[in-house]
């Protein structure tokens, strides 16, 4: 079996970034990514720096030719185990077959869960959309709904506010806004409804209103929601890395890897990068993460070399 100096585990942005860099350095590297990106709803990926509005595809496709243009290879496939073995990690696919890096780098981003309201999973990525500053120019000016699960619900819908004049906060499952919250909100000019809501109305492919258990109906032409951003990382359980909590001012908003700045986690060998331990990080902050952590990586990996050469030269 090949060993390859490392293998790169998730062709996203950070993936495509840290191989790049990787095989500029001469190193022997093999990328499997299963071919299920987080943003492949999106239409266009925004705040990338001379890629603003490139189909997220489009962007993937580029990267992975500039990879393979310097020697780099790709495997389709879903890792489903990785394990440490004498001289570096075996890693396993679902349809069996196994690879051997020296080192690893996990870039497998993470999932979101979204609220459990009917009719959200199919407008998910459309009129459905979760980031201001990733998709809030797309529904400018519109009507806007946040969905709250969560008292981040009031600083997002803050944020939307200032695309739009016409907002509502569906309180939804969220508790009560504090009272400074409330003169917040009215002096914004933001409505707020309460009562859990039921579905999202949909007409011609088109959020057209959002339905509370009460049967009322508010109309709507796109809606906001915060999601449980888990971390693509059950794989690692072998090698005794596992995902942890992260919270923001006290709510769950999801599992990350941990890392340090240059990628490198708890387990010797196993670096990680982008939204596998950054649940907020965009493509662009992805992508330099994924720079980083290939440089901490090559270094680790150089650190080794010259050992192995000083103790065959003293031999």
């Known amino acids: 079996m090949t060993t390859y100096d490392v293998i790169v585990i998730g062709g996203g942005a950070a993936g495509l ?10 190193r022997s590297v093999l990328v499997i990514d299963d071919g299920t990106p987080r943003n492949a709803p999106a239409e266009g990926v925004h705040n990338f720096l001379t890629r603003d509005g490139t189909p997220p595809g489009e962007i993937s496709a580029i990267g992975r030719q500039e990879v ?4 780099g290879e790709f495997a389709s496939g879903t890792v489903t185990t990785a394990r440490k073995d004498e001289d570096g ?17 996990v870039t497998t981003g993470l999932t979101d869960v979204l609220p459990d309201v009917p009719g959200l999973a199919e407008r998910w990525g459309k009129d459905v959309v979760h980031c201001p500053y990733c998709h809030g120019w797309e ?15 009031i600083h997002q819908v803050q944020l939307f506010r200032q695309l739009s004049d016409d907002v509502t906060l569906f309180l939804h499952t969220a508790p009560e806004p504090t009272e400074e919250q409330w003169e917040e909100l009215a002096a914004r000019g933001i409505s707020v409804v309460q009562g859990k809501v039921e579905q999202i109305e949909v007409t011609d492919d088109r959020i057209t209103g959002v339905r509370l258990e009460s049967g009322k109906v508010v109309p709507r032409q796109a809606l906001a929601i915060q999601t449980t951003m888990r971390a693509r990382a059950g794989f690692l359980a072998d090698l005794g890395l596992e995902a942890t909590q992260v919270e923001s001012n006290g709510v769950d908003v999801g599992t990350a890897v941990k890392a340090d700045p240059m990628g490198a986690t708890d387990v010797p060998g196993v670096f990680a990068a982008g939204n596998v331990t950054n649940p907020t990080a965009q493509v662009m902050p992805s992508a330099a993460a994924g720079l980083m952590a290939a440089g901490g990586l090559n270094f ?12 065959a030269r003293s031999s």
Request: aromatic share 6%; net charge positive; charged share 20%.
């Open 17 to 26: 970034s840290g191989a790049l860099a990787l095989v500029r350095f001469r």
């Open 68 to 71: 393979i243009g310097y020697g």
């Open 89 to 105: 990690f075996t890693v396993e696919l679902a349809d069996g077959t196994a690879y051997r890096g020296r080192r690893l780098l």
């Open 139 to 153: 529904v400018q000016d519109q009507a806007i709904g946040v969905l709250a699960t969560s008292p981040m619900a």
């Open 300 to 311: 680790d990996l150089i650190t080794e070399e010259t050992r192995r050469a000083v103790a």
